[in-house]
């Protein structure tokens, strides 16, 4: 065995107890955790100095800021990526935008206290006209106007991934892929175009992976993105998640408000004037009855 010098790498891809890790470099390197028992994910940084015959031997990970989680096929909740800094949810006017996963999706984003933005990718296609999206960028979310395909903005979206660890999200056939591979340029992943019939895409990348960008930018790319859990410990948090309801809390006759049924609501005062959009506020309605049904059974 011969020592290196210690440095502090990122896992890249995991399969059972060994993987790989990318160093501050850009350089990957296989590796086996000491210990099968411990908990590693994509995005976990790990100080390592040993190394076995080309193999990296890890300990355990350095203390994570965050975790993303995901439902599995049976339901229960799955951590998929650590340490994310950044949420890039990708929209498109092809397939048509699911206005309640966005809202889902950012609600993962406040959750986890990190910065989101929106990507509105296929603009050679449509262009940003639609005041559903745009009404995000008056809420403070940065919204990225670009097309993968023809290279259109491209250079606003490499500014906001840097010194981020980010994560990219959004629905199937929206062109998460194309957009990984701009940015990785030397290693391609496979993209399939909307299928003609449904309009519908499909998943086309096969397990959670992180890459670098650069020696403080990292890029996170998952597939099954529809099944993200945010961080919910009671109904009263997804109202965290809604900027525009957030600012009115403690303005409701009851402490306790989750301004659904309550009276003397503050924030159902402000939808009935117009001062929050409807649209927003039934999806947060949404959240909160699927939270009540998904924790009691």
Known sequence: MKESNQSVSRIANIYGNHGLLIDSDNQTHKFMLKNSKTKLYVGDCIETNEILDELTLIDKPKKRINVVERFDKLGKKQIVAANVTQLLIVIAPEPEPNFLLLDKLLLVSELMKNQASIIYNKNDLSHLEDNRILKYQKLGYKLINMSAKTNNNFDALNDQLMSQTSFLVGQSGVGKSTIT?????????????????????????????????????????????????????????????????????????????????????????????????????????????????????
Request: glycine content about 4%.
């Open 181 to 297: 591979n701009m940015l990785l340029n030397n290693q391609k992943l496979k993209t399939k175009a909307l299928s003609s019939k449904t309009n519908k895409g499909r998943h086309t990348t096969s397990t959670t992976s992180l890459y670098q960008i650069n020696s403080k930018s990292y890029l996170i790319d998952t597939p099954g993105v529809e099944n993200l859990h945010p961080a919910i410990e009671n109904s009263q948090d997804i109202q965290l998640g809604f900027k525009e309801i957030k600012m009115h809390l403690g303005n409701c006759k009851y402490r306790d408000c989750i301004h659904i049924s309550e009276p003397f609501c503050s924030v159902k005062d402000h939808v009935s004037k117009n001062e929050i959009e409807t649209s927003r506020y039934e999806n947060y309605k949404k959240l909160v009855v699927d939270y009540k049904k998904t924790s009691n059974p």
